[in-house]
């Protein structure tokens, strides 16, 4: 058990771990809690040009992976603190760099002009493939899918509360 999952646990004030459902339940809590947390420090240190806390949030990454590690029983010979890493890493610097994440070709001897045809390198998805050890590629992959999707919703509940905040 992870000393995150340790101090959550106990701020909860959960007395009684011992029935393994309750236990789960209470490791799901958890990663869910520090997901919220998390997805607001991703969005800033991507989008936001904040770098100053990446080692704090590559810390908070690392806790959240190796809870996955655990409950999907990756292979022994995996570290999780790697993949979170490579993910993390790659995650922040994910743009494609053949079009710069435009996702289209140039037209020929006008490299600002777009023309219609999908970038070769990216398949028009803007971001560039994931290059990791053949046995970490998968697990990487699964990790920037993640990190994706916890910046997604950050990004939509921050959009939620400005619209909050300019109602009257
Ligand atoms: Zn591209």
Same mark, same amino acid.
């Given at each position: 058990m992870s000393s995150v999952i340790q101090k959550y646990t106990r701020a909860l004030g959960a007395s009684n771990l011992r029935d393994d459902a309750q236990h789960h339940q209470t490791e799901v809590l958890a990663a869910a809690a520090l997901c919220r947390d998390l997805g607001t420090k991703l969005f800033r240190v991507k989008y #936001?040009?904040? #770098?100053?806390s990446y080692s704090a949030l590559l810390d908070a990454w690392r806790e959240i992976v190796k809870t996955k590690a655990a409950h999907r029983t990756w292979p022994a010979d995996v570290s999780p603190a790697k993949v979170a890493r490579l993910s993390l890493d790659h995650w922040l610097n994910d743009v494609c760099p053949a079009c710069t994440g435009r996702g289209y070709e140039a037209v020929r001897g006008q490299p600002t002009v777009l023309s219609d045809v999908a970038c070769r390198a990216c398949a028009g998805g803007g971001t560039r493939a994931v290059q990791a050890q053949h046995k970490l590629q998968h697990l990487v992959e699964d990790m920037v899918e993640a990190l994706n999707a916890m910046s997604a919703h950050a990004a939509g509940q921050t959009m939620k509360r400005l619209a909050k905040e300019v109602e009257f």
């Open positions: #936001a040009g904040d #770098a100053s």
